[in-house]
């Protein structure tokens, strides 16, 4: 039986998580692949290891790995965006096959370690750097190959879905639920990665490239965090039969590409209202499967370990039955040709306001006047209390409207003497006009 031989860089949450796959699959794996699939090597930062390991596997020195002439797959468990690219590249220069769990480093440096895999032939695993356990690349890039993607939406990061989740069940602040988060270990002591939108804008780019075809540039997505959502918006959500996710967003629209990621609001019956906690999932359209569900744990030891190994056997599939690398589907070509992206401006959607103005006659028709004259229809309206001394919150969902026309209005709204402090934009999908 041939032996498919592996090297591990980084030996840290997945890298453990992986080698127990591996210690307790052994056979299973073997009979999968075909060929005895082994470790070989496993570069750690410093010794001794986070975790017991055979010493005679383990070096200090990364280049070691991706440069033995042993090693068919090299996986890549370090994270970052500095070592990890170089090494990476370095092992494709090698003329290794690569897995990465990164999705920050192919987020940003996508497109160079693509382009050098296609180059050098090699095949590039990543399908846990989306989603965690869930098989979403696989799926887009095999499954759904018959299709033209029309959109999807995923709630595609666990911290911030932990957050809304609990605000929502409680009806706690933001600060409070996120401190809480940090305590149990659902959040980094710097969350501003996930909080902030740029972990699952990461994803996004990842997912969006390959489901398009063209490669998306990281500072072409449109990102907005959940810091600023209110506890008091989550519940004026609920009222009016909504939940508030953090979504990152494709659509295709005549030819041309939405990509953003902010926080949105879904009719309670949608799919993905009902992924709470950390859970992930992912809702596609395609032209010719209809709409598509996918769901399951998104990070974690063992569900990121899943997809990594799942890379791992496909890759040394390929080399038992010499399969050639299938970089042509991956996305070497920046975006631009069959599709061009959508400026933020332009996208249409319909909108929640909640407007914090004084309780007096004649503030309604002010601002529905500035709504109407950019072509902003009101769907819905609740105002709720009365108080004649301090703001009251009017609340509004409009019906589809472009994003130019909205910030325009909102620019004006905020002027407005009647208007008390800067209104709250949530954006609205899910819904069929
Ligand atoms: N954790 C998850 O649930 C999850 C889910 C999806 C994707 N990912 C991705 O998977 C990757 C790994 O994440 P993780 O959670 O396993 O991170 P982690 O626990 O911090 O593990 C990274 C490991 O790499 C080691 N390391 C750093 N520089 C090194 C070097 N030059 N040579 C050898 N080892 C080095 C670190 O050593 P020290 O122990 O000395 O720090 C650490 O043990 C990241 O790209 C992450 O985004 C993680």
Same mark, same amino acid.
């Given at each position: ?68 002439? @042993? ?112 305590? *149990? ?19 996004? @780019? ?129 975006? /631009? ?45 609740? *105002? ?19 994003? /130019? ?15 008390? *402090? ?12």
């Amino acid at each position: 039986m041939k032996t498919i031989n592996v090297g591990l860089l980084g030996l840290g949450t997945v890298g453990s998580g992986m080698l127990k796959v591996f210690q307790e699959h052994v056979e299973l794996l073997d009979r999968r692949v075909g060929a005895k699939l082994r470790i070989k090597k496993i570069a750690v930062r410093r010794l001794p290891p986070r975790i017991p390991v055979d010493a005679r596997l383990l070096t200090t020195d990364a280049l070691e790995v991706v440069r033995d002439p @042993q090693i068919d797959i090299v996986v890549e468990l370090i994270g970052g965006t500095t070592v990890a690219r170089t090494l990476c590249l370095e092992a494709i220069a090698n003329g290794k096959h690569l897995v990465t769990a990164n999705k920050a480093l192919l987020g940003e440096h996508g497109l160079e370690i693509y382009r050098a895999a296609a180059e050098k032939r090699v095949d590039l695993g990543f399908e846990a750097s989306v989603c965690g356990a869930i098989p979403i690349i696989r799926s887009v890039k095999d499954g759904l190959v018959a299709n033209r993607i029309l959109s999807f939406m995923g709630i595609v990061n666990g911290t911030t879905n932990y957050i809304l989740t609990k605000m929502t069940e409680t009806g706690q602040a933001f600060a409070s639920v996120l401190a809480e988060a940090q305590a *149990q270990g659902y959040a980094e002591a710097d969350p501003t990665l996930d909080v902030g939108g740029i972990d699952a804008a990461h994803k996004l @780019q990842i997912l969006a490239s390959l489901a398009y075809g063209g490669y998306i540039r990281f500072s072409d997505i449109y990102i907005e965090g959940i810091q600023n959502v209110e506890a008091t918006d989550i519940e004026f959500a609920r009222e009016l039969g909504y939940r508030i996710k953090l979504l990152a967003i494709a659509k295709e629209d005549h030819g041309e590409l939405e990509v953003r990621v902010h926080p949105t609001m879904i009719p309670e019956t949608h799919l993905l209202a009902s992924v709470g906690g950390v859970y992930n999932a992912v809702h596609i359209r395609g032209d010719s499967c209809g709409s598509l569900m996918f769901s399951g744990r998104g990070a974690g030891q063992l569900p990121t370990a899943s997809s990594v190994v799942a890379d791992i056997v496909e890759i040394a599939h390929n080399i038992v039955y010499h399969r050639p690398a299938r970089a042509g589907l991956l996305p070497t070509s920046a975006a /631009g040709g069959e599709i061009t992206l959508r400026p933020m401006e332009r996208i249409a959607s319909r909108y929640y306001l909640r407007i914090m103005a004084v309780d007096k006659p004649g503030v309604l028709s002010k601002v529905s006047g500035v709504l109407g004259e950019n072509s902003i229809s009101i769907a819905s309206m609740i *105002q709720k209390g009365r108080d004649e001394a301090a703001a009251v919150p009017i609340v509004m969902l409009t019906h589809a409207a472009v994003e /130019g026309d909205m910030r325009r209005s909102l620019q004006r709204i905020n002027t407005l003497d009647v208007v008390a *402090q800067e209104t709250t934009c949530i954006r609205v999908e899910g819904v069929e006009d």
